[in-house]
């Protein structure tokens, strides 16, 4: 029996080391999961995701995330939500309700509120400093001001060949009260079937969600492609007709993991990601986008060093 | 040129026929799929959209509305939204935006609100009365909440061979509080791409949002079948395996139309909707679920009176 994890940017190390553990005593990949996304959600300098998420243009920090579990199909999502403090814990929660299993705004704070969960004001003064900077930034030139939308996803297979997928993110940075990308919708940002495999998306979410592509790639792996040629035939032929149309595609990223744990990734951006099999040790990569075959190596100790130094360096 | 439109529920009706006479003066597919569900959210007597729509648990109207342009692949929606006179309109406005193409909550209000659109109360006395109603019922008996969860979802087939597709809902009656159903999420609860068709589903919104079939259905239909037989592949086979893992599928209905004019429907339990094609009535269809092969008949002049009625009937 296989187990493995597979998880979107350098962040999503942070998770997965902890929850190989879990997997390699025999937890399941619904807990793996959550441990995983949660250690990403509660790291202060991943400005894209939970706790020093980056906030909205009202300068709050609003969350999106999703669980969902391959064996049954049960899915839990939040989108626009305020002030809890992980996310992905909620999702998991709402995927076992018989109904009512997306909550969007105040709906998904309310439910977290009365059923348990930590209540906490996600604003990190960092991520404070940056949306004032930011906003001087956007007064005094035209810039534009979205960047930075980040998403941690990751598809989790253990030991009894169950799979799981979640999501977690705070959104794009400056983004209008109540955006919403792909994270929290499923067929966009994530998709798993535990007699498959699971997908999940990174990227601009108003483009992610023009097409349902964490299900077709779980679809085409379905028909016994491997995790790389799904990404393959699902991500870039979608990213070439937007360019055809004039549609100007920004950044796709995904990566997915087959139920044998066969994994892949396909991206248009420099992306970086995590995987980590059976005994091995959580392997950070990068990934260059190269048409439809991305050089993937994995990052140096140099690269490491730098990226840590850059998330932690004093605000100008 | 064919020119098309069909949607969800005898309600569907109300909008089609006054938008088939903009698409045979020329017309665009947008313009037409705007006035037809436009003229569904404006009638108070359809319970499960738009003004006159069931509230939430808190007796509050929330809406979920989105509108997707099959040449551009362009999307915009609002979910859990409130006192949005006409939500398909702020949603098509939204299609055309940069970036924050789905709002949710406060922020889909405060949109609506600072971009010219029409705020209501939306609201009736009547759906009051039936909320309080309902909630006697269920402070006195264990039943059941939901029911009610009826979408109008359309698709538009224009003389440029342009097509769209919409829906619009106020959701589950008595959901939570942020509760978002599959209507406004692309791949599952509608989909279209100009040069193959477009589809969209109604029914149990918990159960259409796990798997991305109305995405499904337009890839079917573009490797060459027919409607009727993409829905086929797509719905079914779904539907049975959610019951094969004990996982007890709810309501799933869908409507598809392809580029060339061509229909059909999917459903597993009773489901009325209306169809228009060139110079030919909006007909309305009644379809018992049989197997993966629905019964479709013309609804009869006895069934439309008693609907109506049944729909103004004073409360008991």
């Known amino acids: 029996m296989t187990i493995a994890m597979i998880g979107t940017w350098r ?15 025999g937890g399941s990949a619904g807990d793996a999961l959550v441990t995983a996304i949660k250690a990403v959600e509660d790291y202060p300098y991943y400005q894209s995701v939970g706790y020093g998420g980056l906030p909205n243009a009202a300068g709050v920090v609003e969350t999106d995330a999703a669980y969902m579990d391959g064996d049954t199909f049960r899915l839990g999502a939040i989108a626009g939500a305020r002030d809890i403090a992980n996310p992905i814990a909620v999702a998991q929660a709402l995927s076992q309700e018989p109904a009512n299993n997306l909550l969007v705004g105040t709906g998904a704070t309310e439910y977290a509120s009365t059923h348990g969960f930590q ?5 990190t003064e960092r991520a404070g400093q940056k949306w004032e900077q930011k906003r001087q930034e956007l007064a005094s030139k035209n810039l534009n001001p979205y960047d930075g939308h980040d998403t941690v996803g990751m598809v989790a297979l253990d030991a009894q060949s169950r799979m799981t997928v979640g999501t977690s993110t705070s959104g794009l940075f400056m983004k209008r009260t109540g955006r919403v990308g792909d994270s929290p919708l499923p067929g966009a940002g994530y998709y798993v079937d535990s007699t498959i495999g699971g997908a999940a998306a990174t990227g601009m979410g108003e483009d992610l969600m023009k097409a349902s592509l964490s299900y077709e790639t779980v679809r085409l ?9 799904a990404l393959r035939q699902a991500v ?18 995904y990566v997915a993991l087959r139920q044998d744990g066969d994994w ?14 059976d005994d091995g040790a959580t392997q950070i990569y990068i990934a260059q986008p190269n048409g439809d075959q991305p050089d993937i190596q994995p990052v140096t100790a140099e690269w490491l060093a730098a990226d840590k130094a850059r998330r932690q360096a004093p605000l100008a």
């Open 236 to 253: 870039y032929p979608f990213i070439d007709r937007l360019t055809k149309i004039g549609q100007h595609p920004r950044e796709f990223s």
């Open 119 to 123: 209540l906490k004001n996600m604003l």
């Open 11 to 25: 962040m999503a190390e942070t998770g997965i080391t902890p929850a190989m553990a879990e997997l390699r005593a």
């Open 264 to 277: 892949g990734i396909a991206t248009n951006v420099e992306f970086t990601f995590a995987v980590a099999q």
């Open 221 to 229: 792996m379905g028909t016994g492609l491997s995790a790389s040629e």
